[in-house]
């Protein structure tokens, strides 16, 4: 069989068979046609333009929350509906009211602060949310308050003590608190579970805690 670089030697001799050159030609042809659309399709696919309108408006959210610290967003399956956001460095969270629909949020090691956390009290479907590494203090935890469904809360590592237990207390829809490397005590994590019952909670002072939800 010949090949595209066989037809481009053949060219170089002299004298060239008609029904050689032509046979040639159409491989050279069929070759560069080939290249031709590969090309044009991956112009084709860069282009914002070829986007479906789904995948615009993912987009333009993930651009959004990008600027606001994020390095990951995630959307329900097959939607362009906004669930989970990571941040690493938190710039502003001013705007953050823009997606209600947020249910994880994720600042593990970031820069996030006690401020920061008062814009999360407009997004009431926030479910799980990672402090872990932060420099979070007592006076973040009593704004978390007013976030309703907070189902699960990390405070590894914060700057989190007992002064939080009565905010902790307060939250209606918390199951579980993530609290070792703290300084909440002994006694704190005693009578936050005294407060509330129903609530497991992680800490070096609990052997044995009760399976997480």
Request: aromatic share 6%; glycine share 6%.
């Amino acid at each position: 069989m010949v090949s595209f670089f066989d037809c481009l030697q053949v060219f170089r001799r002299r004298p060239v068979i008609a029904t050689v050159r032509r046979t040639c030609m159409n491989l050279i042809s069929l070759n560069f046609g080939l290249i031709a659309i590969v090309v044009l399709t991956l112009v084709i696919g860069c282009n914002p333009n070829a986007l479906t309108p789904d995948e615009r408006i993912r987009q333009n959210i993930t651009s959004d929350l990008e600027q606001m610290g994020a390095y990951y967003v995630g959307f329900e399956e097959d939607t362009s509906i906004p669930d989970a956001a990571f941040f690493v460095n938190v710039k502003s969270l001013d705007g953050i009211k823009r997606y209600p629909t947020l249910t994880h949020l994720d600042f593990t090691d970031s820069n996030v602060s006690d401020h920061d956390l008062r814009e999360l009290i407009s997004l009431p479907n926030v479910f799980y949310l990672e402090l872990d590494g932060t420099k979070v203090s007592d006076v973040g935890i009593d704004t978390l308050a007013a976030i309703p469904n907070l189902n699960v809360v990390d405070l590894n590592g914060t700057l989190v003590s007992d002064a939080s237990v009565p905010s902790l207390a307060k939250i209606r829809g918390l199951q579980g608190v993530v609290a070792e490397s703290t300084n909440l005590s002994e006694l704190g994590v005693r009578e936050l579970m005294r407060l509330r019952p129903e609530i497991w909670v992680k800490h070096e002072s609990i052997l044995d805690p009760p399976d997480e939800p």
